[in-house]
């Protein structure tokens, strides 16, 4: 089973709070692609949650911010390569679900330009927050329910290949974080090092 494990409260400067969201691979007959992309739908909401509770000011809530542009791009990459073409055939809504897709993609755009400490960030979180509330509450109500029609067995496999995905993708994020925390590094160096050179005055 996917497990979810909740986050240290908000604030905590030493923190990455939405570190502790990220789920483990499904296991069994619970692993089903239902369930997968059900439980990352509340990956996500916590995420929500704790960008909205998080103070404004400081690096906490850009973390947060980060780990939620980077969980909502997973989601659409893994449900558009696997779950969206293996549902076509039972469900009418795919075409509409891609279009909603796109649209939270320019929302959270927007959203990543703007100053958390803002008001208008504020309201901006709160109108993406709806949007995906309700990209994610008609897939679980109405597509996911069209999904059952294709049978446990496909779900348990398409739930495992989502899984792996999803896990995938994560490990590959991780990876270019890391390059890009030495490359900053490296250039933090190189700007000490020519202050030192060539200093001032």
Same mark, same amino acid.
Request: charged share 30%.
């Given at each position: ?9 908000? !604030? +905590?400067?030493?923190?990455?709070? %939405?570190?502790?969201?990220? &789920? ?7 692993? +089903? ?5 059900? $439980? ?20 906490? /809530?850009? %973390? ?5 542009? !980077? ?6 990459? =893994?449900?558009?390569? =696997? ?7 039972? #469900? ?20 990543? #330009? $703007?100053?958390?400490? &803002?008001?208008?960030?504020? &309201?901006?979180?709160? %109108? ?17 329910? *069209?999904?059952? &029609?294709? !049978?446990? #067995? ?23 974080? =890391?390059?890009? !925390?030495?490359?900053? %590094?490296?250039?933090?160096? /190189?700007?000490?090092?020519?202050? *030192? ?5």
């Amino acid at each position: 089973m996917i497990a979810i494990r909740r986050p240290a409260p908000p !604030g +905590d400067p030493e923190r990455v709070p %939405a570190e502790a969201l990220h &789920s483990t691979a499904p296991a069994g007959e619970d692993g +089903d692609a239902v369930h997968v992309l059900t $439980l990352h739908h509340e990956v996500m909401r916590t995420l929500f949650d704790l960008a909205a509770a998080t103070p404004p000011e400081g690096e906490a /809530r850009l %973390a947060v911010l980060d780990e939620l542009a !980077g969980e909502m791009d997973m989601h659409e990459k =893994i449900e558009h390569e =696997i779950f969206y073409p293996a549902v076509r055939r039972v #469900t009418g809504m795919v075409p509409a679900a891609g279009a909603e897709h796109r649209q939270l993609a320019d929302q959270l755009a927007i959203l990543l #330009t $703007l100053d958390t400490a &803002s008001a208008e960030f504020d &309201s901006h979180l709160r %109108a993406l927050r709806n949007a995906v509330e309700h990209h994610a509450g008609t897939e679980e109500r109405e597509m996911f329910a *069209a999904a059952r &029609s294709l !049978g446990r #067995t496909e779900l348990l496999r398409l739930g495992r290949e989502l899984a792996d995905r999803l896990e995938e993708l994560r490990r590959a994020r991780t990876q270019r974080l =890391i390059r890009l !925390g030495r490359q900053v %590094a490296l250039e933090r160096g /190189r700007g000490r090092l020519g202050r *030192a050179v060539h200093p001032r005055g």
